[in-house]
């Protein structure tokens, strides 16, 4: 029985650590949805109309990031953008780490070295899950390469 208790342990702190990088592009959108729905709450809006606005709010967020990261030739606009994504995941990663290596480390100087790496490999993971998919182009407009014409073989030509 002990046995089965690490082992579902283990697998749910796995199952959990990896919903943590996959969700981590995430949390500037949850972020912007949370606020702007306490805000619409408290200015009346009701509980399902708060719902509503959170989530079109957050939604509009991503879409708005990810296809601004794509259109953008600047590199400093995708930089800004993608820290904008990265910084907020690095925060939370931060804390996930730290109240998850309280379980497993008496030592509060080696738990912020933990939750500081935890922040770094969450972020990271979140700029990169943003920035995969943004194809990098030069400033220069693409240009129409002709290709030299072949010389059209006749029959006795390719018989010889």
Known sequence: MLAL???LNTVGIGLFCWLVFALAVYALPF???LNIGMMAFHGGAGVVG???IGIAAGALTLAFGQ????????V???VAIAAAFAVPAAIAGYNV???LSQFGEPSSAW???WACVGAICVGGTAWTRLTVFAETRSSEP???VKQPSQPILTAAAREA
């Open 5 to 7: 208790g690490l082992v």
């Open 31 to 33: 972020f912007v949805a």
């Open 50 to 52: 708060a719902l509503l």
């Open 67 to 74: 296809t601004a990261l794509a259109v953008t030739r600047s």
């Open 76 to 78: 400093a606009l995708r």
């Open 97 to 99: 780490v730290l109240s």
């Open 111 to 113: 738990r912020e070295v």
């Open 142 to 144: 693409a240009r129409l």
